[in-house]
């Protein structure tokens, strides 16, 4: 018993650490939304001490899975809403920003999108079909409460020319105008964002630009360019990440950081920010450091690192709208799972136990400093 109430008075002086003082999207307001990706678990409220971290911090979200085409669309006749909805309703009860994440992709997409009861790959006339009735579904039961949707979700490939997705194969090059020009009848109010990785290296940010460029010569609504900023200690330079969002945001769009991280775990392969299957590799303890906690040098180096990135957002607060974290606390990141299942990652501004790190303080720093208007 002693034990326990010791345990809880320790978890509760942790918590109130976090929370004591103003939460990052206080801090942030004048400069970006502040968001973060939430799981199922987060956003059914099932855990009060990470409810109440989110709360705090984040005034935006986005489903890290459930919107997905896989999870909303599991069947060509059957739709489940179940926690799209729980989702929505969560973010409506707290009054943030949500995020739809995503319409079109290549990855969480069932193979029976692309093929006919007989098991025969469909024509464009049919994937197009296909396309407009889950976007009409999807788009169409949010109409008016998720605010914005990455429409289409990682279509470069890492030299900047389009990926050979099925949408690419079977459409053709225009399925991302299609996209788009079905999002917005389907909610004329809603931001659409075209959303990628690795958008600093310097081939695909130049595809980026240019399918950004065809896209507006066409007319087709387009919001913003989402940088997901998946990011590592020694990639991207702050230069190239300068570069990255001068050259958006001189698109006239709007610019968004809608994934961001910083893996402290070594490469699992030799380009690690170049393409890599989301099917899990084999485990190797020697990729995995930290099984024990992060060493005290590397939770600095990180938080010195996040604080350069913010000071950079910062800087670019008048293009820069959204800075979103994928995930809230280290225990809940991605990266513990890919592109190596089972590792212990790092990544995040909170530690498993929703505890602040010392990027969480630097971060914090980082809005406390004058700017030039
Ligand atoms: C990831 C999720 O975080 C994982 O839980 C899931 O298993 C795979 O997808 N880019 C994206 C996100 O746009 O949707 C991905 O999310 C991470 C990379």
New binding site residues.
Partial sequence: MKTLSLLALLLAAATARASDSAGLKDLFKDDFLVGA?LNQRQFEERDPRVSELILHQFNSITA??NLKWGRIHPRPDAFDFQAGDAYVAYGEKHHMVIIG??LIWHN?TPDWVFHDEQGNLLGRDALLARMREHIRMVVGRYRGRIHGWDVV??ALADDGTLRQSMWYKIIGPDYIEQAFRLAHEADPAAELYY?D?SLERPEKRKGAVELVKRLQAAGVPITAIGM?C?SRMNWPSLADEETTIQTFAALGIKVMVT?LDIDMLPPAVKDPTAEVS?RPMEYDPKLDPWRDGLSDAAAQAEAKRYAELFALFRKYRGSITRVTF?NVTDGDS?LNDWPIKGRHSYPLLFDRDGKPKPAFDAVRAVAAKEYPQ
Avoid: D, G, T
């Fill in positions: 990706a890290e899975n994440h995503n969480q979700n990682e959303n990785f997901q998946h994934e989301l994928w991605w």
